[in-house]
């Protein structure tokens, strides 16, 4: 339900166009695809406790829920490995968690300024390379599967 | 031609330079739209899964000519022809 909320507040900050920078309204879609991830996980067995903390598991988790929800719409495995071949789109979006870095490579983050020779970058002015990738192919189709995946652990909830 | 039609034209382009599997693009328009309401566009399209109505919202793309925000429902043929029986619904916004 809280991912619900946050790919709404994605979805309401679009309709508001410049109002709000860039950084806020990736930052819903970097925290609805984080709780859809865990809310997987946790489903599936693990420890609550234990993935609080971490963030790096939309790149390894979030492509194999939504290569299990496209399975139960028996989409066929070529359309899947297409779908899913934006590998880099799920990469990008776990890196806009400050957590994420990778050991200091990529510090630029949705949340808090970062250094960049000795100049401090702000979340705010800064053009995130997630946002360019979600307006290549497949980026609308996997805003659509991860809103739908959000749905489906909604309506679970609720079951 | 009005401006918004217009950006709703760009981005139909743009559409069909990258997503495959698209067949059709529709602008939708409403009484109570402004000039800075977001474009809303059905978008029918071959490749994307059938799992109903997702409407999804996108910043202005400004470098683009995109001056306005959108929203792209990207729906199957057949979930169209639902649509037109009425056996699916849009969104009211």
């Known amino acids: 339900m809280q991912a619900d909320a946050d790919i709404s507040a994605w979805n309401y900050l679009s309709d508001l166009g410049d109002e709000f920078p860039a950084c806020q309204h990736l930052h819903f879609l970097q925290m609805a695809c984080e709780k859809l991830t865990k809310a997987y996980l946790c489903h599936n067995g693990f420890d609550p406790l234990k993935i609080q903390s971490s963030h790096a598991y939309i790149r390894k988790v979030l492509p194999r829920i ?6 139960e719409l028996k989409t066929g495995n070529d359309k899947i490995n297409t779908f899913l071949g934006s590998i880099k789109l799920f990469a990008e979006i776990d890196f806009l968690a400050p957590s994420n870095d990778d050991g200091g490579a990529r ?14 970058i702000v979340p705010a002015k800064h053009r995130f390379w997630a946002a360019d990738l979600l307006k290549q192919t497949n980026g609308q189709r996997i805003l659509k599967m991860i809103s739908f995946a959000i749905k489906r652990y909604c309506d679970l909830e609720d079951s | 031609m009005d401006a918004r039609q217009l950006i709703a ?23 109570d739209d402004t000039a800075k309401s977001p474009i809303r566009l059905l978008e029918i399209v071959d490749d994307t899964p059938a799992v109903g109505i997702f409407p999804i919202g996108f910043r202005p793309i400004h470098h683009l000519g995109i001056t306005l925000p959108s929203v792209i429902v990207e729906i199957t043929p057949f979930e169209y022809d639902n649509l037109r029986a009425r056996k699916l619904n849009l969104p009211h916004r």
């Open chain 2, 9 to 31: 034209e760009k981005i139909a382009r743009l559409h069909k330079e990258t997503q495959s599997g698209l067949q059709k693009v529709f602008s939708i328009r409403s009484s």
């Open chain 1, 107 to 120: 510090p630029e983050n949705c949340e808090y300024p970062w250094l960049n020779n000795d100049k401090v």
């Open chain 1, 66 to 71: 939504l290569e299990y929800e496209l399975a």
